[in-house]
């Protein structure tokens, strides 16, 4: 599966940004859908999951209550909506899927996409 990340951009803290993830090649049926993110000078990291057969969600510490993971069924489609950004939110976002089992470590997942910039200036 090809997957094609979108809806990066600039804002101020305190912002929102939605980021798109759509898949390619075949539905995301039977996969796990995740945002992972990379900062400067930092390894990538966690941020939010969804089971696309499932619904179920599960999303890091660090953006709970201002980060939401959702799927669209009729738009074959993931989104990441951020709101209340703040600076150290700032990195590339890239969306991934595997199949299940999976973790909050990236080599679980098989696919990602080319990721997006998301930059939250104070």
């Known amino acids: 599966v090809q997957l094609q990340a979108s809806g990066g951009g600039s804002v101020q803290a305190g912002g929102s940004l939605r980021l798109s993830c759509a898949a390619s090649?075949?539905?995301?049926?039977?996969?796990?859908v995740a945002w992972f993110r990379r900062a400067p000078g930092k390894e990538r990291e966690f941020v939010a999951r969804?089971?696309?057969?499932?619904?179920?969600?599960g999303i890091s510490d660090s953006v709970k209550g201002r980060f939401t993971i959702f799927r669209d069924r009729a738009e074959s489609a993931v989104y990441l909506q951020m709101n209340s950004l703040k600076p150290e939110d700032t990195a590339v976002y890239y969306c991934?899927?595997?199949?299940?089992?999976?973790?909050?470590?990236?080599?679980?997942?098989?696919?990602w996409g080319q990721g997006t910039l998301v930059t939250v200036s104070s």
């Open positions: 991934t899927a595997g199949t299940a089992p999976v973790t909050t470590a990236p080599s679980t997942y098989a696919y």
């Open positions: 090649g075949r539905t995301f049926s039977n996969y796990v």
């Open positions: 969804i089971g696309w057969n499932s619904g179920r969600t």
